[in-house]
């Protein structure tokens, strides 16, 4: 059974639709996570949530709501996609995310492809 | 805020041979951990090794093992008797602990293990 899971794994859509990602974990575990993997490979968080609260949130256009229905799921929803929203977004998750527990880490799910044409 | 540096945008090796790829960090947090992942073709991210650093002694993962040097701020990824499957991005990540999980990612190093 896939730990984190995302669907869609591939999806290419024009600029300025509505869209979602999807999430789910069968870890048992607290916190879920958005990261963005750009053009570059470059790696960085988007969203952090610990039983179904936001607790990072970072420097993210306002088109970019993530939605947590139960603490196993985490969706990624984007309005007006734009070229630059290309990339691949991966969707995570640990035990303890306030980080107050030593030795936990952090799980990928194996990414969702977005491209915006 | 933490900044992680691959020095090594790619890096190529023989088969059954050992390679190390170099990661260097900036923090002045005490209490950390420090994580290298492997992200292969297709682009599933996945573990390799993790450290404590409070733990002086170097973490080990079969063939994976790290040198981590606190004091200069250094966390190498030794690999042993490479394989094939070893060809991947590998990305250096730091997080603070108490940080809420924030991992912060270098830019990674394109490993290929040529047959």
């Known amino acids: 059974d896939t730990a984190v899971s995302q669907t869609p794994k591939y999806l290419v859509t024009q600029m300025g639709n509505d869209k979602s990602i999807k999430c789910e974990q069968n870890?048992?575990?607290?916190?879920m996570y958005w990261y963005k993997q750009d053009s570059k490979k470059f790696l960085k968080i988007m969203f952090s949530?610990?039983?179904?609260?936001?607790?990072i949130n970072e420097t993210v256009p306002n088109r970019f709501s993530p939605k947590s229905p139960d603490k196993a799921h985490l969706n990624l929803h984007i309005n007006s996609l734009e070229l630059g929203d290309s990339a691949v977004y991966f969707c995570?998750?640990?035990?303890?995310?306030?980080?107050?527990?030593?030795?936990?880490?952090?799980?990928f799910g194996e990414g969702s492809w977005l491209t915006v044409v | 805020a933490q900044t992680v540096t691959q020095s090594q945008p790619e890096m190529s090796v023989q088969e059954a041979e050992t390679v190390t790829l170099s990661c260097t960090y900036d923090?002045?947090?005490?209490?950390?951990?420090l994580f290298w992942y492997k992200q292969p073709p297709s682009r599933q991210m996945i573990l390799v090794i993790r450290?404590?650093?409070?733990?002086?002694q170097n973490a080990t993962e079969n063939r994976f093992s790290v040198n981590f040097q606190k004091a200069a701020k250094s966390f190498s990824l030794k690999i042993s008797d490479s394989q094939l499957g070893d060809t991947a991005m590998y990305f250096c990540?730091?997080?603070?602990?108490?940080?809420?999980?924030?991992?912060?990612f270098g830019k990674g190093t394109l490993l290929t293990v040529n047959p």
């Open positions: 995570a998750s640990s035990q303890d995310g306030r980080g107050l527990i030593s030795g936990n880490t952090i799980y």
């Open positions: 870890l048992g575990h607290d916190t």
């Open positions: 949530y610990n039983n179904k609260e936001l607790i």
């Open positions: 923090t002045s947090e005490n209490n950390y951990y």
């Open positions: 450290q404590e650093a409070y733990k002086q």
């Open positions: 990540a730091f997080m603070k602990r108490g940080s809420n999980y924030k991992l912060t």
